[in-house]
């Protein structure tokens, strides 16, 4: 279902039911990991190592850090920026899988390859993501001030946020970490959707009567195979572009522990890999993979479980 394919007989939902589709995916899916999703920030932005055996580090477990904010900020800490986030994952949601189904029918009607290949699904991933970056990635801004801040909070509320950041920091604010996200985010989207259609492939391939029988457990596993792969390979983008989305937002930072300015990308790798040495490229990466695992398998089984609700409907009808 994911991609184009005129050999199917579930092709026939509409445009605009591909885009709810991917919008619902992106909406139960964030509900169900924003707290992965907020330990993951916090680790991310931490400069102390994640370890008990500095004194100064905040963070240094899944579990401790869960604790710890549930301790100090409560239990609504874990959805902290949900709102933006919601935001960001209905307008991705739609606008990648939109894109996504739209270039690889555009890849089969001009009959470069077959639209069912490792790299075509490589290359319309990282595009139709992008493009879906470039749309939503003001929220994403939004989303990470919201789940970095702690108490008292920055911004109380979604539209304060922005006034205040409009204000004090220009209209451009709204696209810090730009660049390493879309650098990122290529790859990791195409990373997905090919390494999710070859999974399918090998999944059918070991147990080709199950493969057929049981789809939404083969989604729901071949899915969460691409997320870890996937966000394993572009790890350390992610978090310069967590990095940068917070310059300028210092104070907010302080109770965490140290806080530091950045240039762009570079200067934030170089900054990095000085300090906190090569694993502090992978902080946070137990949780995100966690998530990744998560995210991606819901992410693609809700995606196909509503495109398939679209199709037996309008077989029902017909």
Same mark, same amino acid.
């Given at each position: 279902m ?9 092709r ?7 885009? #709810?589709? +991917?919008?619902? /995916?992106?909406? =139960? ?5 924003? @707290?992965? $999703? *907020?330990?993951?920030? !916090? &680790? ?26 549930l ?5 609504t800490?874990f ?12 307008g991705?949601g ?6 996504f189904?739209?270039?690889t029918e555009?890849v ?5 390859h ?5 790299s075509?699904?490589? #290359?319309c +991933?990282?595009? /139709?993501a992008? =493009? ?5 990635? @003001?929220? $994403? *801004?939004?989303?990470? !001030? &919201?789940a970095a ?5 920055v ?9 205040t ?8 604010v ?16 195409g ?50 572009k ?7 937002f ?24 000085r300090?906190?040495?090569?694993p ?6 137990s ?13 693609f089984f809700w995606?196909e ?13 017909s």
């Amino acid at each position: 279902m994911v991609g184009y394919d005129p050999k199917a007989d579930d092709r026939n939902i509409s445009k605009l039911e591909v885009a #709810v589709s +991917g919008s619902v /995916s992106g909406l =139960v899916t964030r509900a169900l990991i924003s @707290p992965l $999703d *907020v330990i993951k920030i !916090r &680790f991310q932005l931490q400069i102390e190592r994640l370890s008990r055996r500095d004194p100064n580090a905040k963070y240094h477990g899944i579990l401790q850090a869960g604790r710890q904010i549930l301790w100090e900020e409560g239990p609504t800490a874990f959805w902290k920026g949900h709102i933006p986030a919601q935001l960001l994952s209905i307008g991705y949601g739609a606008v990648q899988f939109l894109s996504f189904e739209m270039l690889t029918e555009l890849v089969h009607r001009a009959g470069v390859h077959s639209a069912r290949d490792f790299s075509v699904h490589f #290359v319309c +991933g990282g595009l /139709s993501a992008c =493009v879906a970056t470039l749309a939503v990635h @003001p929220v $994403d *801004v939004l989303r990470t !001030r &919201f789940a970095a801040q702690g108490e008292p909070k920055v911004y109380k509320t979604l539209r304060a946020a922005v006034a205040t950041m409009y204000r004090t920091e220009g209209p451009l604010v709204f696209y810090k970490g730009l660049n390493p996200t879309l650098i990122a985010i290529f790859p990791y989207a195409g990373f997905q959707f090919s390494f999710y259609n070859s999974l399918k492939h090998v999944y059918e391939w070991v147990t080709p009567a199950e493969g057929k029988k049981n789809g939404n457990l083969k989604n729901l596993l071949c899915g969460s195979g691409a997320g870890v792969i996937s966000k394993t390979l572009t790890y350390p983008l992610d978090l310069f572009k967590k990095r940068l989305q917070v310059g300028g937002f210092e104070q907010a930072r302080a109770s965490f522990g140290q806080v530091r300015s950045y240039q762009g990308l570079l200067d934030c790798a170089r900054q990095v890999l000085r300090e906190e040495g090569v694993p502090g490229f992978f902080k946070g990466l137990s949780p995100s993979l966690l998530k990744a695992a998560l995210s991606t398998g819901l992410m693609f089984f809700w995606y196909e479980f509503f495109c398939n609700l679209f199709h037996r409907a309008k077989k029902a009808d017909s």
